[in-house]
């Protein structure tokens, strides 16, 4: 008979926790699924970083780059919430997938020894294990894709359904991370277009002052003075300049955002890699389904 896999009494290793780590939980508000974020919560930051913004600009309003971005007031301001925002919930989200890397950390769930066989009467002594050393593994990825294999094995009769088994549940954490982009998605993508809607903006002041100067221009034979026309053009450069920076502001703004994402997406691929590996090294390849 076998001797039960217990823990070594001599090592006292503290149970993580998938909330430690995670702002969202530090600061009150209920965690979303892995690396979900709470969108809501984010945005009221976003709204009160732009507003400390506003008044971080206002020494350098006559600035080149404080110009910039006075002159689409309108919508240039929107870009700037939208990109803390997008942010914000990049930030939450490269903490969260920190979080569930440390269940990469610790070791000792399964055996290291190469006789050990991981079967429906073993299964149980090792999910023992992660709960004596995890504090709610189902909330992190790698602990709820084991949980799901080892707890169906007494329901499972070949070991290429516990390979189905996991890889289902591998589609719908993908699923589930991919979903988890759907704001950041709509945000990206509304960016872009507050910078087109200033510059039709733009255009339309411009035009608008143009065609006035040309209708002053008509009621006044002589033409006026240098300095005349250039008063009457004013508006018509300022709204140029607002067409274009408008439309300057919201395009780096969405490029830096598009590659800030793609980079922790990124991070959330190779989380799920690796648990994928997980699985196979230590559940696939070391399961019989027969009894001893």
Known sequence: MKEPMTLNSSVRTPPIDSRHGDIECFLGFASGRYTRTHGPFWFGIAFVLTVLSWIALIPFRETYFGNIITSGWQTNWLC?????????????????????????????????????????????????????????????????????????????????????????????????????????????????????????????TAIGSFTDVISSGDSDPSGGSTNSIREKLSPVVGGLATAFNTTLVALVAAVAIQLLSTYVFKLEED???????????????RLKLTDW
């Open 80 to 204: 700037i919430l939208f990109t803390w925002w997008c942010l914000c919930i990049l930030y939450a989200k490269f903490l969260k997938v920190r979080v569930q890397r440390r269940a990469f950390e610790i070791q000792g769930f399964f055996p290291l020894r190469t006789d050990f066989v991981l079967s429906p009467g073993t299964s149980g002594d090792v999910l023992q294990r992660i709960a004596q050393r995890v504090a709610r593994p189902r909330e992190y990825l790698l602990f709820n894709r084991v949980w799901m294999a080892l707890s169906n094995l007494g329901n499972i009769g070949e070991v290429r359904d516990v390979g189905a088994v996991l890889d289902s549940q591998a589609d719908n954490d993908s699923s589930t991370i991919d979903a988890s982009y759907t704001v950041l998605r709509a945000l990206i993508w509304t960016i872009p277009v507050f910078g087109f809607i200033g510059t039709v903006i733009g255009l339309g």
């Open 271 to 285: 989380l799920l890699d690796d648990c994928a590996k997980y699985c196979n090294n230590n559940i696939t390849s």
